[in-house]
């Protein structure tokens, strides 16, 4: 598709658990993968963060290069979803874990 450009994504075989628990521990983070959690591929501007843009980039990148997220830029959007079937097939029940905490 035209104006489609997938994030390079990381490979989960080579993440260890300490990595996505620390990309988690951030309360911003956290909220990222919370509200991700309840839908589908979503433009990053349409996650609710109370940081400012560049901060909130740097949280998007933190999870992206822990394997938490993927994103894909389509023209001026960049969308993100979580991982969640591959992060649960990594380390099962981690993120139900982390988010029946959170």
Known sequence: MEGVQEIDQVDLAGVDMVS???ALSDPVRLEIVR?????????CGHVVLEVTKSTASHHFKTLRLAGVIAQQDEGTRR???L??????ARFPGLLDAVLREA
């Open 35 to 43: 509200q991700l959690s309840c839908s589908g591929p979503v433009p």
């Open 20 to 22: 996505v628990l620390q």
């Open 79 to 81: 969308n993100t979803w």
């Open 83 to 88: 991982r969640r079937e591959e992060l649960d």
